[in-house]
């Protein structure tokens, strides 16, 4: 008799990762914990030799005139409008951070923007084509973000594109502080960025990792610094020190090849925060 909290862990993986049933069960009875099962999935879905279950027939009609309901009625794509309408059919905030997963899957170029082709492709590999399975989706996606740290990465670099203003090469100081607070909490909450070695071993050391405080520190930092943006090498390679850095930032090294407004919010951060 499966019991109720494994029974619970088997609908979520499957929601995650359309996995079969069968095939999730074998997963979770291995690696017990929701999160290292679903990692395990994705490194190797094949390892249970089950064949995991393929998507289900999605409608390309039932695509397009969900498409056609909210894309501008003289142009070609769901812009601001037509978000926010899609938005209140799913029961979600437009500034949800689930949206920017959504944004992922289905390749919005922008902010308030969605192209046919995105829409088509993304939600097909999701595997839905009416609000209600939309809505499932979201509960999976929201998931995968919170505690799939490769998954978290790909939304999250997507995000400086999907975030950037068109013709600019970097975030505005004050965007990117805004999605660094939708996104950083999500994943430290959820396990996404729990501090991992380069084999991606979760570290044991006792020295702990990355702080819900310290995305305050860092904005604070930011601001006393100055500067208009963000560039996409600092987006990028923040992430890497949040999931690197230890509590104490002792184990960071000044003579990497980090940018060099990481290295100085490190020594401002040691100085002016942690007392060193």
């Known amino acids: 008799m499966v019991d109720k909290k494994l029974e619970e862990n088997i609908n979520q993986f499957v929601i995650v990762t359309s996995a079969s049933n069968k095939d999730a069960k074998s997963f979770l009875n ?3 914990r929701l999160d290292v099962a679903i990692d395990a999935y994705y490194n190797n879905p094949s390892e249970f030799a089950s064949a ?7 409608s390309t009609n039932k695509l397009n005139s969900l498409y056609d309901k909210y894309k501008e009625a003289d142009g070609t794509d769901i812009t601001v409008e037509g978000t926010i ?3 209140e059919d799913l029961g979600v905030d437009p500034e949800d ?10 390749k919005s170029p922008r902010i308030g923007q969605w192209t046919r082709q995105g829409w088509l492709e993304g ?3 999701i595997g839905c084509d009416t609000i209600s399975g939309m809505k499932t989706a979201l509960v999976g996606l929201r998931l995968k973000l919170r505690t799939d740290s490769g998954y978290f990465q790909k939304v999250y670099n997507h995000t400086f594109d999907f975030a950037r203003q068109e013709g600019q090469r970097s975030l505005a100081l004050e965007t990117a502080q805004a999605f660094w607070a939708l996104l950083l909490p ?6 996404a960025l729990t501090r991992k ?6 570290k044991m050391d006792g020295k702990g990792g990355w702080k819900m405080e310290y995305n305050q520190w860092w904005f604070d930092f930011l601001n006393e610094k100055g500067g208009k943006g963000v560039s996409k090498d600092t987006w990028v390679m923040f992430l890497d020190f949040v999931r690197t850095i230890d509590a104490e930032f002792s184990n960071y090294d000044m003579e990497a090849a980090w940018p060099s407004t990481i290295d100085d919010f490190v020594e401002w951060a040691k100085k ?5």
Request: charged share 25%; net charge positive.
């Open 85 to 87: 309408k899609f938005c």
């Open 52 to 58: 995991s279950s393929s998507q289900p027939n999605v």
């Open 123 to 125: 939600w097909k590999n």
């Open 197 to 202: 070695d380069h084999d991606q071993d979760i």
């Open 30 to 32: 291995k690696y017990k």
């Open 97 to 106: 951070v689930v949206l920017l997963a959504v944004a992922y899957e289905l």
């Open 186 to 191: 999500q994943g430290i909450k959820g396990g």
């Open 272 to 276: 002016s925060r942690l007392g060193h």
